[in-house]
T-cell receptor, first 116, second 117 residues
Framework: AQSVAQPEDQVNVAEGNPLTVKCTYS??????LFWYVQYPNRGLQFLLK??????LVKGSYGFEAEFNKSQTSFHLKKPSALVSDSALYFC??????????????FGKGTRLSVIA | NAGVTQTPKFQVLKTGQSMTLQCAQD?????MYWYRQDPGMGLRLIYY???????DKGEVPNGYNVSRLNKREFSLRLESAAPSQTSVYFC????????????????FGPGTRLTVT
């Protein structure tokens, strides 16, 4: 069965510092991996995805994520955090070998707080 | 384009009452989904519809029913609401389900905040 874990409920970072939000996954084969962001009282917004190819994926708002197969990780990063990046971040995964073509499985979310 | 719209935005029900949450998308997407979001639990899939005319159970379908009315609309019904169904409900859509080496991102509505007393 596919699953995804976000080991940190909360991440605090100072504005201007680099940020990392961690995600690890568990699937049988090569995964499809996604990051979404949720601002207060809003729905989730797509940030980026990894399907195949280059392990470093660039997405919206200056975010990027690195797929690491040996560590089964897909950490979200940004070189310089902004206060406006403060939000709830979700990692999601799907095993493409799942013959049922089921939707994504989401992690529990990590709340990012960027302090001015 | 409005994207994914949901009505109502807020609702308070008494235990045992019924209601239907409405969702519509204008992106001509084939697949639609209903999730609930609870603190510390992330998003959990209730039901999904791979295409018009089909629906399937997700992780937490008990107490809910769905109708894919047409390609645009996917409704979620609570027949007899319970306090455990107090949650924020999100509808989402995507071009299709993942298949054949392609996985499309999902687009989410703004959510419905439901309280059952």
């Amino acid at each position: 069965a596919q699953s995804v874990a976000q080991p940190e409920d909360q991440v605090n970072v100072a504005e201007g510092n680099p940020l990392t939000v961690k995600c690890t996954y568990s699937v049988s084969g090569n995964p499809y991996l996604f990051w979404y962001v949720q601002y207060p009282n809003r729905g989730l917004q797509f940030l980026l995805k990894y399907i195949t190819g280059d392990n470093l994926v660039k997405g919206s708002y200056g975010f990027e994520a690195e797929f690491n197969k040996s560590q089964t990780s897909f950490h979200l990063k940004k070189p310089s955090a902004l206060v406006s990046d403060s939000a709830l971040y979700f990692c999601a995964v799907r095993d493409p070998r799942n013959s049922g073509n089921t939707p994504l499985v989401f992690g529990k979310g990590t709340r990012l707080s960027v302090i001015a | 384009n409005a994207g994914v719209t949901q009505t109502p935005k807020f609702q308070v029900l008494k235990t045992g009452q019924s209601m239907t949450l409405q969702c519509a998308q204008d992106m001509n997407h084939n697949s639609m989904y209903w999730y609930r979001q609870d603190p510390g639990m992330g998003l959990r899939l209730i039901y999904y519809s791979a295409s018009e005319g089909t629906t399937d159970k997700g992780e937490v379908p008990n107490g809910y029913n769905v109708s894919r009315l047409n390609k645009r609309e996917f409704s979620l019904r609570l027949e007899s609401a319970a306090p455990s169904q107090t949650s924020v409900y999100f509808c989402a859509s995507s071009e299709a389900l993942p298949a054949g080496g392609v996985s499309y991102e999902q687009y989410f509505g703004p959510g419905t905040r439901l309280t059952v007393t």
